[in-house]
């Protein structure tokens, strides 16, 4: 791979530790993908933040990163979800132990000058890059937003990937970044209207099928940005999308090729509806009610106020966002509805990298086809697959 006398100065050591570290995983990853070289970046998002997945080693291995002080995030950089409610984990009932580690996980990504605005969501609240720019991301559900949505440009990086471009204001160039591998090679041709949670079904069934592909969809109604950070989000779990194309809605859908796609399949109602019940692992009563997978817009919340407005609420529900999100939620009234009827609006964190199986939970109810596919799997605990107002039981 090609780099400049400056780059090569960096791997040398000769700006620091850190930074020599960054280049390092920087390097051997342009090497493994072929890249021509490193392109600067506007934006990172970094995951690696609960201590559940990321535990002592994770700890240790930031801590010393930070502690050589050589190196800081040069461009806009934010943290993924983290394990706890940051600030209110206490009267949540997130374990003590978990809390603190947690803490000095962030503070440990702050001293490397990554932003404490936890989210998968950066996109609401200004981490929001430009068409074409080039950006280190590592959320699957915000790599498929940011590459398809916005426009801008990404692989689906690791957490360390994310964390070293950040530092470097570098990425390599290669994959998602490059013209070539942005067509689509697969047409879906949606034959019914989605609403709510066929989103999250369509993205389970398409994410299977095309793997690491481009889907191209086209749709019998059109969505809102939530609908489509839903879709991400599921794309991005059953298979390992990065980025799809969306007729008449997202902004490179002409450059895709959609005329030269041999693969084409059609979507029935049938299908989502199979779906969306497979989805479902148990019979079983509800404990939490858990929205907010990718991180809940503020209309989102402002949904489900209107949803438990006024009404007790008869299993626990968490609606986890952004701190940013929710001072706005505040602000509104909404999360004051929401707290009289029984619920919580969940700063940070949520249902996947939080120890909810540590938190006396056996069923979650959930309105993400992510959530319901990781949640089984990484918490071992059953799913209740449905639309908000389906979920959520009243006294
Ligand atoms: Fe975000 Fe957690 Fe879902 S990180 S996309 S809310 S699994």
């Known amino acids: 791979m090609?780099?400049?006398?400056?780059?090569?100065?960096?791997?040398?050591?000769?700006?620091?530790?850190?930074?020599?570290?960054?280049?390092?995983?920087?390097?051997?990853?342009?090497?493994?993908?072929?890249a021509s070289g490193l392109v600067d970046i506007t934006s990172a998002q970094v995951s690696g933040v609960s201590y559940k997945t990321i535990g002592d080693a994770g700890l240790e291995y930031l801590q010393d990163l930070a502690r050589d002080g050589s190196g800081k995030a040069t461009i806009n950089a934010s943290l993924n979800p983290p394990g706890t409610d940051l600030d209110n984990w206490e009267e949540l009932g997130f374990p003590r132990d978990f809390a603190i580690k947690q803490n000095e996980i962030v503070d440990a990504y702050a001293?490397?000058?990554?932003?404490?605005?936890?989210?998968?969501?950066?996109?609401?609240?200004?981490?929001?890059?430009?068409?074409?720019?080039?950006?280190?991301?590592?959320?699957?559900?915000?790599?498929?937003?940011?590459?398809?949505?916005?426009?801008?440009?990404?692989?689906?990086?690791?957490?360390?990937?994310?964390?070293?471009?950040?530092?470097?204001?570098?990425?390599?160039?290669?994959?998602?970044?490059?013209?070539?591998?942005?067509?689509?090679?697969?047409?879906?041709?949606?034959?019914?209207?989605?609403?709510?949670?066929?989103?999250?079904?369509?993205?389970?069934?398409?994410?299977?099928?095309?793997?690491?592909?481009?889907?191209?969809?086209?749709?019998?109604?059109?969505?809102?940005?939530?609908?489509?950070?839903?879709?991400?989000?599921?794309?991005?779990?059953?298979?390992s999308v990065a980025l799809y194309h969306m007729e008449n809605v997202t902004p490179e859908y002409e450059l895709a090729g959609e005329a030269d796609v041999e693969d084409i399949m059609f979507i029935s109602e049938k299908e989502i509806a199979e779906t969306r019940e497979s989805l479902t692992t148990t019979d079983k009563e509800i404990d939490l009610v858990c929205l907010g997978c990718p991180h809940a817009s503020l209309e989102e919340i402002k949904e489900v106020a209107a949803v438990v407005q006024g009404k007790t609420i008869k299993n626990k529900l968490w609606i986890c966002t952004s701190v940013s999100v929710k001072a706005t939620a505040d602000r509104m009234g909404y999360t004051q509805i929401i707290e009289s009827a029984g619920g919580n609006v969940v700063c940070d964190t949520c249902m996947v990298v939080a120890p909810i199986e540590d938190m006396g939970f056996e069923v979650i109810g959930v309105n993400s086809a992510k959530a319901a596919n990781y949640v089984p799997s990484m918490c071992g605990l059953d799913v209740v697959y449905d639309d908000v107002e389906n979920l959520i039981q009243f006294k």
């Open 111 to 239: 001293d490397l000058g990554i932003s404490k605005t936890c989210t998968c969501t950066p996109y609401l609240v200004g981490n929001v890059p430009r068409f074409r720019d080039h950006v280190s991301w590592s959320e699957s559900s915000a790599v498929a937003y940011v590459n398809s949505v916005i426009g801008a440009r990404t692989n689906r990086e690791g957490g360390p990937a994310a964390l070293a471009a950040a530092i470097v204001g570098k990425t390599p160039l290669y994959g998602f970044h490059l013209d070539e591998n942005r067509k689509a090679n697969l047409v879906v041709n949606v034959t019914t209207e989605l609403n709510g949670a066929d989103f999250g079904a369509l993205g389970y069934i398409i994410g299977k099928v095309v793997g690491g592909g481009v889907p191209y969809f086209k749709l019998q109604n059109t969505p809102d940005n939530n609908n489509l950070k839903t879709l991400g989000a599921a794309l991005a779990s059953s298979g």
């Open 2 to 34: 090609f780099l400049t006398k400056e780059e090569q100065e960096m791997c040398d050591g000769e700006y620091g530790e850190t930074i020599r570290k960054s280049m390092d995983i920087l390097v051997a990853l342009g090497d493994i993908y072929g």
